[in-house]
C-alpha cells in the first residue's frame, strides 16, 4: 500500500519535472516572452525628405533682422490664451512673459509653478533657446508643462521672438551668418544634407513623394 502511493508521488513528481522542462525549453524555441524588435524599423522610402534636413534655412541671426514685432503680436495670439505679456501682468496657466527674453530659465514671476524639468533646466532664454523651445517645447524639455505643439514656421518664431523682445527688452539679436559662412557651417553640421538635397530633387519629379516632403505645418 505504502509502496503504492510511493510509485504514484513519484510518478506525479517526475511529469511535473518533465512539464516545467519543456515549457522552459519551449519558451527559449519560440521566445514567447521576448518582443524582438527588428534592428531598423521599416525601411527608407525614396524621396522623402528626411526630419531635420527641411530646417536647412536661413540662420536665426538673419531670420531676427528680418523679424517684426507686429507680425510677432498676431502670432502671439496663440499664447494669450495662458500668457500675458504686459509688464506686472498675472501668470494664468502659463507663466507672465515680460522681459522673459535673457532672464534665468523656469524662474518666472511672483511664484509661477514651474515643473520640476523646466526648473531645473539651468541657463537664460537666450535666442537660440527660445527659438528652440518654441519650435517645440516637449522637445527641448519633455516633462514641461507648456501643452503647446510649438511653431513649425521659423518666420514664426523669429516674429514673436521679436515681439518679446519688443516687450521687455533683451540683449541684441545675433548678427546674421554672412553666406559663405552659413554654407560652411551647414556643411560642417549636416553630413547628410547633400543626400537630402537629393532626395528633395528626386521628391519635385514625383508629385506624391513631393507630397510627404512638404514640411509639416
Ligand atoms: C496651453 C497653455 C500654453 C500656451 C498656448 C503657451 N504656453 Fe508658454 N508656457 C505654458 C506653461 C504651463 C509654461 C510653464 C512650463 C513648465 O513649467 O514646464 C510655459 C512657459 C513658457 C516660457 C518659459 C517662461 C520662463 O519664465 O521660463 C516661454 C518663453 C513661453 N511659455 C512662451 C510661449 C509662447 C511664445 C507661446 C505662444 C507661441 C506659448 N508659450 C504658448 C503654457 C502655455
Not at 502511493?5 to 517526475?14: E, Q, R, S
Not at 496663440?78 to 507672465?96: L, V
Request: aromatic share 6%; glycine share 14%.
Amino acid at each position: 500500500m505504502t509502496d503504492r502511493f510511493n510509485t504514484i508521488a513519484g510518478w506525479v513528481l517526475f511529469s511535473g519535472i518533465v512539464g516545467l522542462g519543456l515549457s522552459s525549453l519551449s519558451s527559449h524555441v519560440f521566445q514567447a516572452d521576448k518582443p524582438h524588435r527588428p534592428h531598423e524599423m521599416g525601411y527608407p522610402i525614396a524621396g522623402v525628405v528626411e526630419e531635420g534636413a527641411a530646417e536647412a534655412g536661413p540662420d536665426l541671426g538673419t531670420l531676427l533682422a528680418a523679424a517684426d514685432p507686429a507680425a510677432g503680436e498676431k502670432i502671439f495670439a496663440k499664447c494669450t490664451s495662458c500668457h500675458t505679456i504686459a509688464q506686472g501682468g498675472p501668470n494664468g496657466i502659463g507663466p507672465n512673459l515680460y522681459a522673459v527674453v535673457g532672464e534665468p530659465i523656469g524662474k518666472g514671476k511672483a511664484g509661477f509653478a514651474f515643473s520640476s524639468d523646466l526648473a531645473a533646466h539651468g541657463g537664460n532664454w537666450d535666442y537660440e533657446t527660445l527659438n528652440t523651445w518654441l519650435h517645440s517645447p516637449k522637445a527641448m524639455v519633455p516633462g514641461t508643462k507648456m501643452s503647446f505643439a510649438g511653431l513649425s514656421k521659423p518666420e514664426d518664431r523669429a516674429n514673436v521672438i521679436a515681439y518679446l523682445k519688443a516687450n521687455g527688452g533683451g540683449p541684441d539679436f545675433p548678427a546674421p551668418a554672412a553666406a559663405g559662412e552659413t554654407a560652411a557651417a551647414d556643411a560642417a553640421k549636416a553630413p547628410g544634407e547633400g543626400d537630402a538635397a537629393a532626395a528633395g530633387a528626386t521628391a519635385a519629379e514625383e508629385p506624391a513623394a513631393a507630397q510627404n516632403a512638404a514640411p509639416a505645418q
